[in-house]
DNA sequence: CATTGAAATCTGATATATCAAGCATCAGAT
DNA sequence: ATCTGATGCTTGATATATCAGATTTCAATG
């Protein structure tokens, strides 16, 4: 018996490091705005706030910088960048890679794949009548991430995975509203059965609208009043 | 007089620092090509060869490897992770933003901008039937710039701009076959035109296509044959 | 000869000291 | 009272020393 089958590779991504607690604990923070926009941030301060030394928060910083949630000025400051019109272009650009990835989905799904969607919609509409909230969040979850598979796409889905603003708990508030989860089941059906039929420009258009209504609830509930106004 | 209209205030990032420098070089090489997808960095030897001390090195690494472009294994090394398919997936990714870009420029665009679009067009024709390159490489860069300005994006266009894969050379080396010229200014043409009319499908449409086609062709020339083969 | 495992070596991770630029303060000049 | 500019403090930028995990080497062992 091959070794293999009985155990598997540590990625060596597992192993924890200050930088990366220091990123996902700020880049939390900041989405769920309880940074101020424009609030500065001083690196000394925050390293000793955090308990480590200005090394790793440095290079967690450039993280966030490169995902332009924060703004470096030499000698000067760090600042946050992230308010309501962040929020809602962080949401548009993640529709607009979701849609991407669900037409390059709808182009190469396998049987296979068809089939696994809709079990996942058949179980989804079961959690949506029972009302399961966790197992609704799971199957959601897994949906996307079938149809990430799906497109054989990995930057594209890194990159889009950078544009969530969702955690469990923001989640649970979503899908806490009955019209929600039923909106929520139609569009994720519909995405399923362009994908099933190869409809490329209906899996887009589709999975388009939906990443953008859900995207502008949320903004909403964190912001207040969106710019955006009426749906794009 | 308003000394504001004399001189014009530095933006503080201006001001040069080292890992900015090396941030650049280095996905300049990455995203050329010039070095082996999965090929190995060494933190202390790039520093030394760079001349630089490690701290503003790995903040450059932390910067690219949000990108996507290198990945790091704790006390293992840095890989590059760019080949052809993520060249494929990265035209993809810019291709979806940029065209969410123009659909946005399509539901905000005012006279002035239509107005401004179709100039640039008009001037991209002369520039066209005169085959100069070297314009129309500047008169390219300003279309796309001024529909980035009409969407009244921040956040998206710094997005899209890090989907970008071309310097100035590969410009010239794509827009050197006229075949191109001709494809990318009836493009250009139809994409001012949606946004004129207000005509927000047809100009997201119209947008993917272009990225997505022009992408090909550059990802062919760097990488030759492409997976994606069909157009999508 | 194959295998083991400890030591040496290499690596990224982290902490810290130092540097120079930005900025505020305030004494001195007008 | 206002303006000037020198001074000192704060800040991010950089270099470097050290730490501990990962890998390799190689001699001891069966």
Redesign the pocket.
Known sequence: MAESERVVPVH?IF?A???DHVHHNLRDAIVAGRFQDGER?????LARELG?????L?EALRQLESEGLVR?E?????YVTFGAQQAEEMSLARAALESMIARLAAKRAEPSDVERLRDLVRRMEGATAAGDITLLIDLNEAFHGHIHEASGCDYLCRLQAKQQMYNHTIRVGLLGEAEERGLALGEHRAIAEAIATGDQDAAERIMRDHVVRSGQRHVQTVFGATRLGDTI
Chains 1, 2 share one sequence.
């Not at 941030?41 to 301060?45: I, Q, V």
Request: hydrophobic share 25%; glycine share 4%.
């Open positions: 060596p192993l490091n200050l930088r941030l001083s690196e000394r301060d480590v030394s200005t090394t790793p440095k470096t030499a000698r000067r400051g760090v």
